[in-house]
Every structure is written in structure tokens, then in C-alpha cells.
């Protein structure tokens, strides 16, 4: 085993020390996490992790806004995805934060309004 694959075993392994912090040979290292996670990941060194969290947060923010969000708000309330994402675009132009809050719920009582009234109609023979 060369020199290089021992210091790195060496440096991975203090990592997962139960009860010892990130760094052996000093438990509150006020480095952080930065330097006892950087063995771990091939190509990461401290000074651009902050670029990979930014990245996965970005990641992780747009697979919630564009795939679970309108799936899933959209199959709790018998909604289509598009119209999720049409309410939720469409609240934000209008009122901003609250429209995006707001958005769905509208959408939700709206359409409850209109079913309940074109039932109705229909139960009286209107339509």
C-alpha cells in the first residue's frame, strides 16, 4: 500500500470515529466538516464545497418545484400537474409570495364551486 492510499485510508476512517468529531486528533475542529468529508468525495477539497452545496441545493429546489410539487399537490386534490404549476406561476406575477401560498387553494375551491354547480344544474335539468 503506497504512502498516498494509507494517509487517505487513514483520513476516511477517522471520519466515522464514533464519539471523536471529524478529525482524531483534535474533536472540535474548527475547521468543520469541510476537511473530514473531503477524503470521501474523489474531487472535493475545501475550497469549493460551498459550490457543491450550492449546486445539490439547486438540484434538490428544482426537482421539487418542477417534478414533485405538481404531482403531488396535483394527485391530492384531483388536480393536473399543468394547472398547478400555471396557478403557482400565475400567483407569484399576481401577488407575489401570497399568490404562490394562496394559489392552489383558490384553484381548489374554484373548481370545487364550479362541479358542485354544473351537479346541481344538472340534477335540476338546467344543463
Same mark, same amino acid.
Given at each position: 500500500m503506497?504512502?498516498?492510499?494509507?494517509?487517505?485510508?487513514?483520513?476516511?476512517?477517522?471520519?466515522?470515529?464514533v464519539g471523536r468529531g471529524f478529525d482524531a486528533r483534535?474533536?472540535?475542529d474548527p475547521r468543520?466538516?469541510?476537511?473530514g468529508i473531503a477524503p470521501l468525495i474523489p474531487g472535493l477539497n475545501p475550497s469549493n464545497l460551498p459550490l457543491y452545496v450550492l449546486i445539490l441545493?439547486?438540484?434538490?429546489?428544482?426537482? $421539487? $418545484?418542477?417534478?414533485?410539487?405538481?404531482?403531488?399537490?396535483?394527485?391530492?386534490?384531483?388536480?393536473?400537474?399543468l394547472v398547478v404549476v400555471v396557478a403557482i406561476i400565475g400567483g407569484s406575477l399576481i401577488l407575489g409570495l401570497w399568490g404562490m401560498v394562496f394559489a392552489i387553494p383558490t384553484v381548489v375551491v374554484v373548481k370545487t364551486a364550479v362541479e358542485t354547480l354544473f351537479k346541481e344544474l344538472k340534477d335540476y335539468r338546467m344543463i
Open positions: 503506497s504512502t498516498t492510499a494509507a494517509s487517505s485510508w487513514c483520513m476516511a476512517s477517522r471520519c466515522f470515529v483534535r474533536p472540535t468543520g466538516i469541510r476537511f441545493v439547486g438540484i434538490a429546489r428544482v426537482l $421539487d $418545484d418542477v417534478v414533485f410539487q405538481p404531482f403531488v399537490l396535483g394527485g391530492a386534490v384531483n388536480i393536473h400537474p
